[in-house]
């Protein structure tokens, strides 16, 4: 009878696969009965039940099952050569359930409106649009630096533990959630990762549990980095899947909180992305513009990449492309290169706006 069950539950995995690839074809679908219907009484559930931990439930969830993977592994050897069939059918039916529960408590997010149709907004912009924009933020940038540091050619430290900058970000979304109602957080669940160290070696600074909702950030990661990694992976957390509109969203929630060093992080954050995309289509023209960036933010930005670089191991292109490709299953069709996409929505929100 229990063979009969797995085997049942293994052969689920077809259906919900064709049933998710319809819905993939259907966002209006997923955005108004699953991404503003079913998933936010999901996520407030969750983050109630599990918010007030001081430590990662999720990641405890992740630790006892890959021990018990490895040890279902080894006591299952012999009969992987011996009967491969039933074999296959055990892992078919968790990879089922897993699939299922995926989708049903997160996924499903990834098929939802593209956020630039939400905002009305156009996806594709001009290298002249992109200047404009790019010269707002190094204003913004440079004087946020100035007002910190007195000193354009001094690096900003963020005065806060890490903790505190948890509770801080909630400020950003407060006021956000007046302009955008559906990006209102409460109650958080907003936690470090207790796998920062493989985090960090895998190249990754943050992640959303699926399955217990609850947003991880890598505890050693630069404090700089804190707030818009923080804002980012609750913008996950609020139901936005795409790479690309999660760091819009947390670019948004930081510039928009009452704490000067969290306006700072979110403003030379956006400007990052910019100077990227410039470099990108014209680097005679990237050398003018960042000619007038204050060279502390030049210096922030060096803090992260040498960080990173110190951090640089063989495994993590074979992270990187694993990831990526996740993202291209899940309707994210330039896989990692998904994050740079954030600025055609900044391009195009801010064109013709006050930063």
């Known amino acids: 009878m229990l063979k009969n069950k797995k085997t049942l539950i293994a052969l689920l995995l077809i259906p919900q696969y064709f049933f998710i690839k319809l819905l993939s074809n259907n966002p209006e679908f997923v955005e108004a009965y699953y991404s503003n219907g079913l998933y936010p009484f999901i996520s407030k559930i969750f983050r109630y039940v599990l918010g007030w931990l001081p430590f990662s439930f999720g990641d405890f969830i992740y630790a006892f099952a890959i021990i018990y993977a490895v040890r279902w592994l080894f006591k299952n050897r012999k009969r992987l050569r011996k009967d491969t069939k039933r074999w296959l059918?055990?892992?078919?039916?968790?990879?089922?359930?897993?699939?299922?529960?995926?989708?049903?408590l997160w996924g499903l997010n990834y098929y939802r409106l593209p956020l630039h149709k939400n905002l009305k907004l156009n996806h594709d912009y001009t290298t002249e649009q992109l200047v404009v924009v790019t010269k707002k933020l190094i204003e913004k940038s440079n004087a946020y630096h100035l007002k910190i540091t007195g000193n354009d050619t001094v690096r900003v430290a963020v005065p806060y533990r890490k903790p505190e900058i948890f509770k801080r970000t909630q400020n950003g979304y407060d006021h956000l959630k007046e302009t955008f109602p559906h990006l209102e957080y409460h109650p958080k669940s907003v936690k470090k990762s207790l796998f920062s160290y493989p985090l960090t070696y895998m190249g990754f600074s943050g992640y959303l549990n699926p399955l217990t909702n609850e947003a991880q950030v890598d505890g050693l990661i630069p404090v700089y980095k804190f707030p818009t990694t923080t804002a980012h992976e609750i913008a996950h957390q609020l139901g936005y899947a795409a790479e690309n509109e999660a760091n819009f969203i947390g670019f948004l929630a930081t510039i928009n909180?009452?704490?000067?060093?969290?306006?700072?992080?979110?403003?030379?954050?956006?400007?990052?992305?910019?100077?990227?995309?410039?470099?990108?289509r014209d680097e005679a023209l990237y050398e003018t513009i960042v000619a007038d960036v204050n060279i502390g933010i030049l210096k922030n930005y060096e803090e992260v990449r040498l960080f990173w670089e110190a951090h640089q191991n063989p495994t993590e292109p074979l992270f990187k492309l694993f990831y990526g490709n996740f993202l291209k299953v899940n309707n994210q069709s330039k896989g990692m290169e998904s994050y740079n996409y954030v600025v055609a929505l900044l391009v195009n929100y801010f064109e013709d706006a006050t930063l």
Not at 89 to 104: K, M, P, R
Not at 259 to 268: E, L, N, P, Q
């Open 89 to 104: 059918v055990d892992v078919g039916a968790v990879l089922s359930i897993f699939y299922f529960a995926f989708h049903l």
């Open 257 to 280: 909180n009452d704490d000067i060093y969290f306006k700072y992080s979110g403003y030379t954050f956006g400007l990052r992305f910019c100077l990227n995309e410039i470099y990108r």
